[in-house]
């Protein structure tokens, strides 16, 4: 089972314990979208499961670690054990890096510039050997649109 289908299920139980249909979650979703969700035909953003377990009184990392623990089968116990060791590891490598990412509580934003001298050289070089934009972006193994764009 992948964890589309148990968020799914997990939304479909607590809106049925709630007494709520899936027109009653209007403010988030049509009925439709959200009988996709429950039966795993598509997945659900971060900020419809954001609001949608809000609005079920459920907190969102508790909505997600249900989904995690039907899809494992793991006791409460052994799941909470993992993620406390998984948080504990990630803490020290990545917290201060967040922290960082952020200025005065917006998120810095970086500018994509991603073409590298190497890329262009390589590009230039698959053009003067006659190669279309598509065979240079096979070549290379890169997107089209980059071939295009350099």
């Known amino acids: 089972m992948s964890l589309q289908e148990a968020l799914g299920v997990a939304l479909r139980v607590l809106r049925t314990i709630h007494h709520l249909s899936q027109d009653d979650l209007h403010c988030f979703a049509d009925a439709?979208?959200?009988?996709?969700?429950?039966?795993?035909?598509?997945?659900?953003?971060?900020?419809?499961?954001?609001?949608?377990?809000?609005?079920l009184g459920t907190p969102p990392l508790a909505f997600i670690a249900l989904g995690t623990?039907?899809?494992?089968?793991?006791?409460?116990?052994?799941?909470?054990?993992?993620?406390?060791?998984?948080?504990?590891?990630?803490?020290?490598?990545v917290m201060d890096a967040m922290s960082a990412e952020f200025a005065e509580g917006k998120l810095i934003t970086h500018c994509m510039n991603t073409i590298s001298q190497e890329k262009l050289d390589a590009v230039s070089k698959c053009r003067a050997q006659g190669m279309s934009r598509k065979e240079?972006?096979?070549?290379?193994?890169?997107?089209q649109t980059t071939v295009n764009r350099l």
């Open 32 to 55: 439709k979208h959200i009988h996709s969700i429950e039966h795993a035909k598509i997945g659900i953003s971060l900020e419809m499961l954001e609001g949608l377990a809000t609005s």
């Open 69 to 93: 623990k039907f899809q494992s089968g793991q006791s409460r116990s052994a799941q909470l054990s993992d993620l406390k060791s998984e948080l504990t590891k990630l803490e020290s490598i």
């Open 136 to 143: 240079a972006s096979e070549a290379l193994c890169i997107p």
